[in-house]
């Protein structure tokens, strides 16, 4: 027979465990140096240049093009380092709020929220104080980063077609400018905001690779940094950029699709970890319900007590190791 002191000290071995397999689970990747997105863009970076370089216009052009890389590499690694502040992602969600809008409106939602706790007698005034507090941060933030995610689908759908527009324009003739002006005013929010912040920094003056280059700043996403590069590299070398605006639009479109094959292969695993998670507080309500006092002992004793706390920890790191399994980097 087991004696109790063996049974916690079992338990206390299952969350030890528990916990290195969240700690493996989730910081394997760290581990072993990053993503694989970010390996691969490292290994190019740091990779040889193995190319013999030929002499003339071709041999110029080619190394205007790697200083350029370069140079746009730096300039990533230094604002990667950088997290956005809280101004700059409320103007990523499309808001025009300043910092005293946004801690205003978490001061009313407290205090509406405190109201609220208190005149429906849910909580006593000390412990609604505190939750009220806590959802006057929480619910805006939270808000903030539904738009932001929302324009950030919004862009990602329509930014292809914006580059289809401009490689029809600069193929019949059309400047670049024209052809961003004509996406200004005819397509569809985000872009035609975004275009239009570019075509007024152009206006003002600013060379338009440098107008371009805010884009990722504001639009922080692999599509607007590929646009500021093509733009980048062909202000300063030349070439083509019909070509490679179109090359870069079948490549978002392919990255597009790919997603969705991502999104449609990983919707099983979705589901699995879904029912699994929510079958054990199923299953214990049920049991609560039909025999109150056969489960009373997990939530009237220590050893009950132990017992909760080790499986929920131990159904949450299956969880995470789920999402780590289906978290596709592409």
Not at 169 to 187: R, S
Not at 276 to 296: K, N, R
Request: with cysteine; glycine share 8%.
């Amino acid at each position: 027979m087991l004696t109790p002191e063996m049974i916690k000290l079992a338990l206390v071995g299952v969350i030890i465990l528990s916990v290195g397999g969240v700690i493996f689970a989730l910081f394997s990747s760290g581990l072993g140096g990053g993503s694989r997105s970010q390996k691969r863009v490292e290994g190019v970076t740091a990779r040889p240049l193995t190319t013999e370089r030929k002499g003339g216009e071709e041999g110029r052009r080619r190394r205007s093009v790697e200083e350029t890389l370069r140079e746009i590499e730096e300039q990533q690694k230094s604002k990667r380092s950088r997290k956005p502040t809280l101004v700059l992602r409320m103007r990523q969600a499309g808001l025009s709020w300043s910092a005293r809008t946004f801690t205003v409106i978490c001061a009313v939602t407290a205090l509406l929220a405190i109201t609220l706790l208190v005149l429906l007698g849910i909580l006593p005034l000390v412990p609604a104080v505190g939750f009220g507090i806590g959802l006057g941060i929480l619910l805006p933030y939270g808000y903030v980063n539904f738009l932001r995610k929302r324009r950030f689908k919004q862009f990602t759908a329509e930014f292809p077609n914006a580059l289809d527009v401009v490689v029809r324009g600069v193929k019949a003739g059309l400047p670049l400018i024209d052809c961003m002006k004509i996406i200004a005013a005819e397509a569809s929010p985000p872009v035609s905001t975004e275009f239009r912040e570019i075509i007024e920094d152009q206006t003002l003056g600013m060379p338009l690779d440098e107008a371009v280059s805010k884009l990722p700043e504001r639009i922080p996403l692999q599509e607007a940094n590929f646009f500021a590069i093509v733009i980048a590299i062909q202000s300063r070398t030349g070439g083509s950029l019909a070509e490679a605006l179109s090359n870069l639009s079948k490549v978002l479109r392919e990255r597009k699709k790919m997603a969705g094959k991502i999104k449609a292969m990983s919707s099983e695993a979705k589901s699995s970890a879904m029912i699994i998670g929510s079958l054990p507080i199923i299953v214990g309500s049920i049991v609560y319900l039909t025999s109150p006092d056969y489960i009373a002992l997990l939530f009237t004793t220590t050893l009950g007590h132990i017992v909760l706390a080790a499986s929920a920890f131990w159904m949450m790191t299956g969880i995470l190791v789920m999402r780590k399994m289906i978290n596709f980097d592409f």
